[in-house]
């Protein structure tokens, strides 16, 4: 299985999104008002809620949240044994420019060639088009990987881990915790997920606890892909990572 795909050429990324406003009551009148209306389409059919009661839930769309966090690792083969290596570096603040801006200046730089590739898991239908969302409404200019208007899609390299595993089933969504647990890549032992970000960013305010949760979910992305081509995983020693601390 993919065996047209060459290693080298992918970026392997995850985000970590928050609600911009640690809580519903802090939100700008108009932007309350219209994530009333958002809430009220969330509910259930006949539900009464308070009006802020899915606000914990505004992280995951990009008109009502952030990017605090991006990690991204690559794969390269050691010029002396040649085996095979990956290296991750993380962009996160509470600034969500200081985290977009390096991260497209990674993209200009190394991964603007049609050769190039993105991958993530679910990533086609929330990382990649988050991202796009959220520079777009800071001003800032999309890199030419992540601009897909008039592409073709044989033109487009993007891998998406969740979309493989599809195999063209449109019911189900599968977590990368359980392609993990079944395919025996071994990952940390769980501090946090996804559910989780939003309280320990704004209430803990520990943005390195949330550093290492995305940088775990980037290794196993690449570990499940090389499974995917029938590879043997990465040892320990063989990944390293450029940074961990989030940027001041």
Known sequence: MLDNIILE?????????VPQYGNFNDLPEPLKELWMLKGRRIAKEGETIPDDFFYDRAGIYAEFGKVICISAGYFKKSDISGQLGFRVKTFASENEREVLLPFKGVLDKHYSTPEKGLCGHNSKEFDIPYLCRRMLINGIQLPAILDLFGKKPWEVQHIDT???????????????RLLATIFNIPTPKDDIDGN???????????????VRYCQ?????????????KGL????????????GEPVS
Do not use: H
């Open 9 to 17: 050429n992918l970026l392997v990324f995850d985000i970590e999104t």
């Open 162 to 176: 969740m979309q493989l595993w599809k195999f063209g089933d449109v019911k189900s969504y599968t977590s990368l």
């Open 196 to 210: 989780d970000v939003g309280r320990v960013f704004w209430v803990e305010k520990n943005l390195p606890r949330i």
């Open 216 to 228: 775990k979910d980037v290794v196993t992305v690449a570990q499940l892909l090389l499974r995917f």
């Open 232 to 243: 043997p995983l990465m040892n320990e020693q063989d990944i390293v990572v450029a940074n």
